[in-house]
């Protein structure tokens, strides 16, 4: 039987989820667990070996050829290990020491989740087809990853592009990362909606302060959730052209629960862009939405370890 199957991993804060992923990205068997992120680093070890065991009960499983991973960070993909912000529990984990525990001596390839997605898209999503480009993930947090002269560039550690710690504001408030005025603290979910609140918007009836009813609210034309918007924009588009300018990307990407607002994000997003990306090498930056949906991680895990095993993508 042919092994033409990669398995992959994707784990966060929130999820544990795996697949069997074909050679067109299809998932083929998936699973997933919630991610005891408050309990022991035993405890979360012990859900990604359920999720691996169910992979590994499927009749596909013979066809696999190697493991994928793509994680919260930050990771390192010399050591093998993880140690993931929003997972106590993990400091320098050995995760792949463990997860080749469960499958067997095959190969185990370890990339942080914004480099995952970044292997996605340039697979499947928006960035196919170019050589240079900046893929990223505006959600609870902001992460990333880079595409450059054709292939994935994952770094030394697999944390490559994560553009979210960027310091875009060098007065800025204090960054949990340690540094101060980063463009996660100015772009993410949360950090859009506590500044719309600070500045005197207010949730409707049901009492919804994500970053979603902001976005709502900015669409309906609401001036305070706007500025948010706005402001997050600015930040994005201050990272976005500072990894333009240093690398030659041809594009940005992105994806995650805040690029959901579309317009309300991408028009002052473009706008703002141009105020930065001002040399003559950037100045014909594209931004585009994501073209990968709720599996890219899992898509993007697999795509990563397909680069590591020399398979084209």
């Given at each position: ?17 795996g697949a069997l992923v074909d ?80 499958v067997g001596n095959m190969p ?80 993410s979910g949360p950090n859009i ?121």
């Amino acid at each position: 039987m042919d092994q033409d199957l990669l398995a992959a991993l994707d784990i966060g804060g929130t999820k544990i989820a795996g697949a069997l992923v074909d050679d067109d990205g299809g998932l083929l068997v998936s699973t997933r667990r919630p991610t005891p992120a408050r309990e022991s680093g035993d405890d979360v070890m012990r859900a990604v070996t359920e999720v691996l065991d169910e992979l590994r009960a499927s009749d596909q499983w013979p066809r696999v050829a190697a493991v994928g991973i793509g994680s919260a960070g930050p990771v390192d993909g010399r050591r093998g290990t993880v140690s993931p912000v929003n997972i106590p529990g993990w400091r320098d984990h050995p995760l792949v020491d463990g997860v080749r525990a469960t499958v067997g001596n095959m190969p185990v390839s370890l990339v942080g989740d914004g480099v995952a997605i970044t292997a996605a898209e340039h697979w499947q999503g928006a960035a196919r087809g170019r050589d240079n480009a900046l893929c990223m993930v505006v959600s609870t947090g902001v992460g990333g990853g880079l595409v450059l002269d054709g292939r994935l560039h994952t770094g030394p550690t697999g944390n490559a592009g994560h553009i979210g710690h960027i310091s875009v504001d060098l007065d800025g408030a204090p960054c949990p990362c340690g540094a101060r005025g980063c463009v996660e603290g100015l772009a993410s979910g949360p950090n859009i909606a506590r500044r719309a609140l600070e500045d005197g918007w207010r949730p409707g009836p049901d009492g919804d302060t994500s970053a979603r009813a902001v976005a709502a609210a900015a669409r309906a034309g609401d001036p305070v959730a706007a500025a948010s918007f706005e402001r997050a924009a600015r930040a994005l588009a201050a990272g976005i052209a500072a990894t333009a300018t240093l690398v030659e990307i041809e594009i940005a990407v992105i994806g995650g629960g805040v690029a959901q607002a579309g317009e309300v994000l991408f028009g002052p997003l473009r706008r703002t862009l141009a105020e930065y990306a001002t040399l003559s090498f950037v100045r014909d930056l594209e931004v585009v939405p994501a073209g990968t949906g709720t599996d890219a991680g899992l898509v993007g895990a697999a795509a990563a370890c397909r680069e590591a095993l020399g398979r084209p993508v």
